[in-house]
Structure formats: C-alpha cells, structure tokens
T-cell receptor, first 113, second 112 residues
C-alpha cells in the first residue's frame, strides 16, 4: 500500500513569493491534514480537510490556505512568503476522523531566502 | 487548550539498557493519544494509539501505557536502530476537532 506522498521534496523561494505544496493521501483515506515543523519547534497544526471541505484551521494567518480535490489529494498555498515560513511542511491522512491515526508523508522542506 | 509535555528532551542509552519516556497531557475529553517515531529528514511514523486509561499496546521492544494524566513509552533492551525522536500527540473531543496537538519530542540515542 502506497503511503502519503508529497511534492516537491524541497522548495526554495524568496520573500514575498507564493508557494504551492502538494499531497496525495493513502488510498481510501478521505481526511487530509497539514502541519508545520519549524526548526526547534514541535509540529503545529495548520489545516484539516475532509470530503473536500475545510473543517478546521490552526492559529496561522489567512495567507496560509489550501484545498482538497475530488480525488482527496490536497494542496497547501502560502502567499506573501516570510523568512519565518521556512520549515518542513508535513501532510497526513486518515481513514476517517475522530480517533483514527494520522499517517504522515516525508514532507516538503520550504526554504525562504 | 490541549497541551502535551514530553520528558526528557534527550536520552542516551547503551544497547540493552531499558528505560521509559514520559508524555504528560491535558485535554478536554481524550479522543486518542498517539505515539510516533521520527527519523531525521523523514515524516513521523505511526506507532500506537491509546484510547482510555489502563490501556497498553506493544510492538517489538516498545510498550505504551496510558493513565488519565500521562502516557509512558517503555523501551526494553533497545538497539541502535531504535535511535530516533519519539513524539506524543493527543486528540481532544471538544476543542480541537480532528487536529493533533504534539509534544516537543524525546530524542533517543542508543549507543552500541
């Protein structure tokens, strides 16, 4: 069974640019989650999508947004990039929500110059 | 607000030296407590889910236990390949939807 896949592996941008990160969940999983893991900090919850709808978002500014497609894949968009957005962005998926384990991809390393 | 605190921050063991990692939590109605392992440059790998106090789960050299306030990850006779960062996360029933709240992790190093 293929795991969660994320692309690209690495992404280098400059301040003010926009970044798009992509995620394909495990087959059969309908919920997709995005987390940020900045250096020296723990994983911080960004967004949760289920059945194509945004269900919950963490304490991040509106320039962090995303969507979920009919095939349950997802993309995360970050506008007006700032230096502190440099981090590992992790996508996870689960079979449903409410107590089900979330399975993670290996992330996209976003570096802002 | 859900909170998770892990201790110690870092732990060095000799191969075969058993020990325990601690995860203390506060949550508004526990939906589940999750343990993950994260290797450098990789995403977290799911290990266990615990749902209620008194529950225990085992996998090879790892055993996770749960009380109403904390969880322990016991590592028996560890090997160098067990070296990784171990993450604990909780999911609450009321305030957080389906999000996971993570601790900072325990970085485990097992020397041969």
């Amino acid at each position: 069974e293929a795991g969660v896949t994320q692309s690209p592996t690495h992404l280098i941008k400059t301040r003010g640019q926009q970044a798009t990160l992509r995620c394909s969940p495990i087959s059969g999983h309908t919920s997709v989650y995005w987390y940020q893991q900045a250096l020296g900090l723990g994983l911080q919850f960004l967004l949760w999508y289920d059945e194509g709808e945004e269900r919950n978002r963490g304490n991040f500014p509106p320039r962090f947004s995303g969507r979920q497609f009919p095939n349950y894949s997802s993309e995360l968009n970050v506008n007006a990039l700032e230096l502190e957005d440099s981090a590992l962005y992790l996508c996870a998926s689960s079979q449903s929500w409410g107590g089900q384990p979330q399975h993670f991809g290996d992330g996209t390393r976003l570096s802002i110059l | 607000e859900d909170q998770v605190t892990q201790s110690p921050e870092a732990l060095r063991l000799q191969e075969g030296e058993s020990s325990s990692l601690n995860c203390s939590y506060t949550v508004s109605g526990l939906r589940g407590l999750f343990w993950y392992r994260q290797d450098p440059g990789k995403g977290p790998e799911f290990l266990f889910t615990l749902y209620s106090a008194g529950e225990e789960k085992e996998k090879e050299r790892l055993k996770a236990t749960l009380t109403k306030k904390e969880s322990f990850l016991h590592i028996t006779a560890p090997k160098p390949e067990d070296s990784a960062t171990y993450l604990c996360a909780v999911q609450g029933q009321e305030t957080s939807g389906s999000r996971l709240t993570f601790g900072e992790g325990t970085q485990l190093t097992v020397n041969p």
